[in-house]
């Protein structure tokens, strides 16, 4: 039994990440020490080309379109030149130094699946750097990243898929780990991550008492030079687009009829305390007249009086709201954990009107094939 399952693991794996980054900077520098490190002519042409590649992206802010325009090239043949000298499309200057994370010991928590009704659990276990969010079976050794390139639906949840291993409503605790900073840790599910409560105040509380190891490998972020939106910006209009900013921001507005009606809110990420606070309190919610419809899907099996917001068309049946405008903080929520799913932080400003997963996704991959974030 998952609930029975208490392990203790220290992180003692050592790769060559644990080192400090100073000893592994090369000490060479100046052009005679530079051209003795060419084994031939082709090794230095393609030193040559890389820097002035990189020379011209910076130029032109990173922007792959504009720099192929004025090279006079392809955008094509400029991202092959980017994958293959590895060239990395965010700016040092602007990135703040953090390090990866993991969690001190492993910890369990026990529940039931929102959408599956399974009871099921969950099992978080420390990885050493660079190994990533990784989703597994408690069942068998299967196992998928927690990645938007292993992101099998969108709908009413956030599912991954590789292979027979499946992972499904993985929002709530993804949005924890990307609030908290951590970056590399196995987690244990038996197909779908439990409700709980229906926010994510239960993995805040799991995290901070499984207490948070800082490691030697740095943390890239991702960082935006310019807007990118998917859908037609306009107040009437489901769109979701990023801009640039100082650290990450969320203004989410939704419009749905009463009760609810309009709601916006704005949430500047701080630290996990802001998170904590402002956003991980906020709960699914769900409308009478939908239930038939998802339990005719197979799903909200496992929806309780307690693990979600009822509304039917006059008034919140079930609870008390933890805020006036729980709604738009709970789609921030979501938002949160699908913004984790390139595998690193990202910075800029995101602004939503009346989107969901499937739009959250598209942005993810409009952000991925522009920044080359493969």
């Given at each position: 039994m998952v609930e029975k399952i208490v392990v203790s693991v220290p992180t003692t794996s050592i790769t060559v990440n644990d080192i400090p980054q100073s000893i592994r900077k090369e000490i060479e520098s100046g052009p005679a020490q530079s051209s003795v490190r060419f084994g031939s002519l082709q090794e230095a042409e393609d030193a040559w080309r890389k820097n002035y590649l990189v020379y011209h992206l910076r130029k032109n802010n990173r922007d792959i379109k504009h720099t192929a325009q004025q090279l006079k090239i392809d955008e094509a043949t400029l991202s092959s030149y980017i994958k293959q000298y590895g060239i990395i499309l965010t700016d040092p200057k602007k990135q703040r130094m953090r390090h990866q994370r993991t969690l001190k010991r492993s910890m369990v928590l026990s529940g039931r699946g929102l959408h599956s009704g399974i009871k099921t659990g969950l099992i978080l276990s420390p990885?050493?750097?660079?190994?990533?969010?990784?989703?597994?079976?408690?069942?068998?050794?299967?196992?998928?990243?927690?990645?938007?390139?292993?992101?099998?639906?969108?709908?009413?949840?956030?599912?991954?898929?590789?292979?027979?291993?499946?992972?499904?409503?993985?929002?709530?605790?993804?949005?924890?780990?990307?609030?908290?900073?951590?970056?590399?840790?196995?987690?244990?599910?038996?197909?779908?991550?439990?409700?709980?409560?229906?926010?994510?105040?239960?993995?805040?509380?799991?995290?901070?008492?499984?207490?948070?190891?800082?490691?030697?490998?740095?943390?890239?972020?991702?960082?935006?030079?310019?807007?990118?939106?998917?859908?037609?910006?306009?107040?009437?209009?489901?769109?979701?687009?990023?801009?640039?900013?100082?650290?990450?921001?969320?203004?989410?507005?939704?419009?749905?009829?009463?009760?609810?009606?309009?709601?916006?809110?704005?949430?500047?990420?701080?630290?996990?305390?802001?998170?904590?606070?402002?956003?991980?309190?906020?709960?699914?919610?769900?409308?009478?007249?939908?239930?038939?419809?998802?339990?005719?899907?197979?799903?909200?099996s496992g929806g309780r009086l307690d693990n979600f917001i009822l509304i039917d068309d006059e008034k919140i049946i079930n609870t008390e709201l933890r805020f006036p405008d729980e709604f738009v903080r709970h789609k921030i929520l979501d938002l949160m954990g699908d913004l984790y799913l390139l595998g690193l932080p990202i910075r800029g400003k995101i602004t939503a009107n009346m989107t969901g997963h499937t739009q959250n996704c598209e942005l993810l991959r409009l952000l991925r094939d522009n920044l080359q974030l493969h």
């Open positions: 990885l050493p750097p660079d190994s990533g969010i990784i989703f597994g079976n408690i069942a068998d050794e299967e196992t998928i990243p927690a990645h938007l390139d292993y992101v099998e639906s969108t709908e009413y949840a956030t599912a991954l898929r590789k292979g027979n291993a499946r992972a499904t409503t993985i929002e709530h605790v993804m949005a924890t780990l990307h609030a908290y900073r951590i970056s590399n840790v196995l987690i244990k599910i038996n197909n779908e991550v439990p409700i709980m409560d229906g926010s994510a105040v239960d993995f805040c509380q799991l995290i901070e008492d499984a207490g948070i190891e800082e490691q030697e490998a740095e943390l890239d972020e991702i960082v935006v030079s310019r807007r990118y939106a998917v859908g037609e910006i306009g107040a009437d209009q489901k769109y979701i687009c990023i801009d640039p900013a100082d650290t990450l921001t969320i203004h989410y507005t939704l419009h749905y009829p009463s009760p609810v009606g309009r709601q916006e809110y704005t949430f500047v990420f701080e630290n996990e305390q802001s998170f904590k606070t402002e956003i991980a309190p906020a709960r699914t919610f769900g409308f009478l007249k939908d239930i038939e419809a998802l339990e005719k899907k197979g799903l909200a």
